[in-house]
């Protein structure tokens, strides 16, 4: 298990509100914090508002994060964001 502290990022699609706060966080953290996002009915791609959004304030994309997975190194998280 890793050192680091863990945020899972938790919301309904996984490709709106998560993603963009997980980018936010991985831009203020960096590789400080291991960051994870979930969603309880996941769709398939990030939603096109949240991608223009990010660009508008300077992120180059949106990218998808690593799924929160029991087993994997920040398992279990130790904080929750729900959105």
């Known amino acids: 298990m890793s050192d680091k502290p863990s945020v899972l990022f938790v919301c309904v699609h996984n490709v709106g ?4 706060a997980a980018g936010w966080l991985r ?10 996002s979930a969603g309880s009915e996941p769709a398939e791609t990030i939603n096109p508002v ?21 087993g994997t190194g920040c398992w279990p998280p130790t904080r929750y964001a729900t959105g």
């Open 17 to 20: 509100r998560s993603q963009m």
């Open 50 to 70: 949240a991608i223009q959004a990010m660009r508008e304030v300077g992120f180059p994309h949106c990218g998808r994060c690593a799924p929160a997975t029991p």
């Open 27 to 36: 831009h203020l953290a960096g590789d400080r914090v291991e960051i994870r």
